[in-house]
T-cell receptor
Framework: GAVVSQHPSRVICKSGTSVKIECRSL??????MFWYRQFPKQSLMLMAT?????????EQGVEKDKFLINHASLTLSTLTVTSAHPEDSSFYIC????????????FGQGTRLTVV | GQNIDQPTEMTATEGAIVQINCTYQ??????LFWYQQHAGEAPTFLSY??LDGLEEKGRFSSFLSRSKGYSYLLLKELQMKDSASYLC??????????WGAGTKLIIKP
């Protein structure tokens, strides 16, 4: 199956700093990547849809200036949490699709962010 | 609004069978996915249904009734490693995935 690699898997940072999370599709070109956030015991919450070469589409309530998304190539999307605060601590997951009709979402391993 | 309902938690015994239900009301329907998610990990794909009926894949089967807005995931010969959350997700008319809150399945010896 297709492989999506997300890095880092865990990160601890201080309040006020920024953290970058990378999402790479290793064996296919991902025209669209998705960024999710998941709180404990809750489902995935879509934050934004990232299309290669264009601006990301953010879901309502998600601050685009705080969660910067860059989809620089067909195999890489990055999410930068800027000026992180403890309430940003969460599990962030990216997924990608091949852009060939409806297919399963291929997920990265997820990133556990803890802001102290 | 769009809504997907799943039980919050279920408990079953090792070796037994369990059925996890999912009902949905969405703007359009272009398929339904079931994913398994172990704690602290990303979801992994289990099944995809777009036509009515039962799809069997080893110990796991998934059923869909579009007229009833209903699906279930059937797990047979339960193993301890099946303890996880099971997420139901529907593809709506905009081809976006709408996620249920997940069902936490606890397997007891």
């Amino acid at each position: 199956g297709a492989v999506v690699s997300q890095h880092p898997s865990r990160v601890i940072c201080k309040s006020g700093t920024s953290v970058k999370i990378e999402c790479r599709s290793l064996d296919f070109q991902a025209t669209t990547m998705f960024w999710y956030r998941q709180f404990p015991k809750q489902s995935l919450m879509l934050m934004a849809t990232s299309n290669e070469g264009s601006k990301a589409t953010y879901e309502q309530g998600v601050e685009k200036d705080k969660f910067l998304i860059n989809h620089a190539s067909l195999t890489l999307s990055t999410l930068t949490v800027t000026s992180a605060h403890p309430e940003d601590s969460s599990f962030y997951i990216c997924s990608a699709d091949r852009g060939q009709g409806i297919t399963e979402a291929f997920f990265g391993q997820g990133t556990r962010l803890t802001v102290v | 609004g769009q809504n997907i309902d799943q039980p919050t938690e279920m408990t079953a015994t090792e070796g037994a069978i369990v059925q996890i239900n999912c009902t949905y009301q969405t703007s359009g329907f272009n398929g339904l996915f079931w994913y398994q998610q172990h704690a602290g990990e990303a979801p992994t794909f289990l099944s995809y249904n777009v036509l009515d009926g039962l799809e069997e894949k080893g110990r796991f089967s998934s059923f869909l009734s579009r007229s009833k807005g209903y699906s279930y995931l059937l797990l047979k010969e339960l193993q301890m490693k099946d303890s996880a959350s099971y997420l139901c997700a529907v593809v709506d008319s905009n081809y976006q995935l709408i996620w249920g809150a997940g069902t936490k399945l606890i397997i007891k010896p």
